[in-house]
């Protein structure tokens, strides 16, 4: 495993931690505060603020991870239909523009952070600096931009006649098997397909 490859699983582990951890810190805290503020009449003045960041990071770290898990909408009609060489131009032309636009968020995000911590904002409720929570739009669109590099890399060593040209049923339907999914079917729908 090259280095490159060490990195990127780092980050998407960092990226996948982040991105549970705030969901989960995010529902859990919404959920205590709800309870304190209907049952005790009393509410923490600062959760929905930190829930907010808590989703914040959690969404923007999670969108760093589906360019690792190509999870991300995507309109392939047009990729499907393309001879593999043209196939491939397009992946790439998509994924060079992408990586322009995750590194210009990454890079302005950047400023913006050091604008924020030149003008010493503090949050209203949590009392912290706010580049600290802004800080999420630079470090995980940098997260992407080095995922996204990767997959260019990767790209430019494939072959075209070896990048896979499945739409997302197919990729789905082969990752089950179609054993599988007829009992998935089967499961969720009672049997009704097949009275």
């Not at 603020?49 to 690792?68: P, R, V």
């Not at 393309?82 to 998509?94: D, E, H, R, V, Y």
Request: positive net charge; proline residues 3%.
């Amino acid at each position: 495993m090259g280095l490159l490859s060490k990195i990127i699983n780092f980050l998407v582990g960092i990226s996948k931690f982040i991105t549970a951890f705030g969901i989960a810190a995010g529902v859990a805290l919404a959920f205590v505060n709800v309870v304190a503020r209907y049952v005790f009449e009393s509410s923490f003045t600062w959760a929905g603020e930190l829930t907010i960041y808590l989703f914040l990071w959690s969404t923007f770290f999670g969108a760093a991870y589906c360019f690792k898990k190509d999870a991300h909408i995507a309109v392939d009609v047009f990729l499907l239909k393309a001879s593999p060489k043209l196939a491939k131009f397009l992946i790439l032309l998509t994924l060079f523009l992408s990586l322009i636009f995750v590194g210009a968020i990454s890079f302005y995000g950047y400023k913006y952070v050091l604008l924020y911590i030149d003008l010493g904002e503090m949050s209203v409720d949590l009392d912290i600096p706010l580049w600290i929570p802004f800080a999420v739009i630079p470090i995980s669109f940098g997260f992407s931009a080095v995922i996204l590099i990767e997959k260019i890399i990767t790209t430019l060593k494939t072959p075209a006649n070896k990048l896979h040209k499945k739409s997302e049923a197919e990729a789905i339907l082969e990752e089950m098997g179609s054993e599988q999914l007829l009992k998935e079917v089967h499961k969720k729908t009672g049997g009704m397909l097949w009275a």
